[in-house]
């Protein structure tokens, strides 16, 4: 790997712009209350849900409950699996292992499976499952997920497309920063069964992400397109991000964390100055309270945040935390804006006064061009808060 990897540029991290009481201290009263309340809403929703779930985004902060059937139905289950590993007690884990059941239908029948995004629904149900507990249907789904995401592998482009039947024109050849969070769902396809092919693909697809979705300012596209014959590189655009040449703060975030936790398998280093170049853009265009827009053109004024980002992002920096060399110098700074991300959220983005249905953490943005999901909850938002909770009180293993 790779020309543009090697020239995106590392801006200086500007700590001074981190909001002063982000001094990297844990308040861990506030967090202990934030886990709580995080239980309380797992606990209420799970009443509420029953074999449902809740749908990406709410609305008027509550989520509508749908069946298994959206990209984003792993995170739910990805949360009483942390519910589960938080307490050890019996009722997540039930109700888990109940949506496991859901998941092995689903890839067997390749109900609504015609997308990439098999990785965020299979990590977080059932390779989480395998791990926790060793369940061999889980097992099953999980590599069942992995071939059909194999399916989507481009050879020519050699990359995974997104999006569509891989014969639509408006989709063929087009990948999208957030697959990053995809590829360990092949990497762990690979070490259960032996095969090489998955690896190989998500090898060839990560590649292409950071030489051709990383831009040499260190900010990323939403998507790229290649011709899928020729396998030649086309050139970016947005989906939801505010422009094509703007950063869309979620795809940011992706990247951040999905470079190191691809790193985690296949050892590339650079994958893990490419996640430093990308969290080092991050930081430096946060506003004052240090919660991101939705796009990263915006560092003040009136536009809304997206919490989920913020979230996401925290994730990965932990995850860099844990990866780059003990005298690495940014790990530092990477740990004290995770703490402060994770407390900012605890302290004034959470749901008030929350019912049967709510969200956990507000003020996050689904699709801001489409109007969908504006500043309200996003399931993966609740997810990653509590993926980041979890991190920053016990050393956790990755679901990814
Ligand atoms: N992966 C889709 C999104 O982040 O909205």
Redesign the pocket.
């Known amino acids: 790997m790779t020309q543009a990897l090697n020239s995106a540029r590392l801006e200086a991290l500007d700590v001074e712009r981190l909001p002063p009481h982000w001094d990297g201290s844990i308040d861990s009263v506030l967090l202990q209350r934030a886990t709580a309340q995080a239980l309380l809403s797992i606990d209420r929703n799970l009443r509420h849900f029953g074999d449902d779930f809740p749908a990406p985004s709410s609305s008027g902060l509550q989520y509508p409950a749908i069946g298994n059937i959206e ?1 984003t139905n792993g995170f739910w289950t990805g949360m009483l699996w942390l519910a589960y590993e938080l307490t050890g007690a019996p009722h997540y884990r039930a109700g888990a292992e109940r949506q496991v059941r859901s998941f092995h239908a689903r890839q067997a029948g390749r109900q609504h499976t015609n997308h990439h ?1 098999l990785g ?1 629904l299979y990590s977080l149900s059932c390779v989480a499952s395998h791990r926790l507990t060793g369940d061999p249907l889980a097992a099953e789904a999980a590599l069942g997920a992995a071939r059909l995401l194999l399916e989507r592998y481009l050879p020519h482009a050699g990359i995974i497309q997104a999006w569509g039947e891989l014969s639509d024109p408006a989709q063929q050849g087009r990948m ?1 920063i ?1 697959c990053n969070l995809n590829l360990p769902l092949l990497y762990w396809a690979s070490e259960h069964s032996g095969e090489a092919a998955f690896r190989a693909a998500a090898d060839s697809h990560i590649e292409a992400a950071a030489r051709h979705i990383v831009r040499p300012d260190g900010s990323t596209f939403h998507t790229f397109f290649f011709d899928p014959a020729s396998g030649r590189p086309l050139q970016g655009n947005t989906h ?1 991000g505010f422009a094509d040449d703007s950063c869309w703060s ?2 940011q975030a ?1 990247g951040i964390s999905g470079f190191p936790l691809v790193y985690r398998y296949n050892g590339n280093a650079r994958l893990l100055q490419l996640a430093k170049v990308l969290a080092n853009y991050f930081l430096n265009r946060l506003p004052a309270d240090g919660i991101c827009y939705w796009d990263l053109v915006f560092t003040s004024g009136g536009e809304e945040r997206d919490s989920s980002a913020a979230a996401i992002a925290a994730c990965g920096l932990l995850e860099l935390e844990a990866t780059l060399a003990d005298d690495d110098p940014l790990r530092p700074a990477y740990r004290r804006a995770a703490i402060g991300i994770v407390q900012e959220l605890s302290a004034s983005y959470l749901v008030r006064d929350a019912a049967p249905g709510s969200g956990l953490l507000q003020h996050a943005v ?2 801001k061009p489409q109007g969908i999901g504006v500043d309200e909850c ?1 399931i ?1 938002g609740d997810y990653f808060y509590l993926e980041a909770l979890t991190r920053l009180q016990r050393n956790w293993r990755p679901y990814w």
């Open positions: 990209w995004d965020f999208i957030d939801q979620r795809g992706w689904y699709h996003c993966w």
